[in-house]
């Protein structure tokens, strides 16, 4: 649940909670809320952040469909054309 996806560069949790999990419990309670902060201003804090984090993964996702798509392109064969009239064999192997 915290490994990285490639293409978005985030983990799910933190898309779905805004930060990273804590692996081992902290020996010091350093993740209590500072006591000039409201919880609103924390709310909006971390909304703004999951916002942000959200437009990240969303250029990340258009990036890594451009990288694919490049790569898949290099192993295309060229677009034959027919026109009208051509003369062409049809393979019936798998037809029945």
């Known amino acids: 649940m915290s490994t990285v996806n490639t293409s978005t560069g985030f983990s799910p949790f933190q898309l779905h909670l805004g930060r990273q999990p804590h692996m ?4 010091v309670d350093n993740a209590a809320p500072c006591a000039y902060e409201s919880e609103e201003e924390r709310a909006t804090k971390l909304l703004s952040q999951l916002e942000h984090d959200l437009l990240e993964v969303q250029d990340n996702l258009l990036a890594a469909k ?4 490049t790569q898949v392109n290099k ?5 034959i054309i027919f026109n009208t009239g051509d003369r062409m064999l049809l393979a019936t192997k798998h037809r029945r």
């Open 24 to 27: 081992l419990p902290p020996l």
């Open 66 to 69: 451009a990288t694919q798509a």
């Open 75 to 79: 192993h295309h064969a060229p677009t």
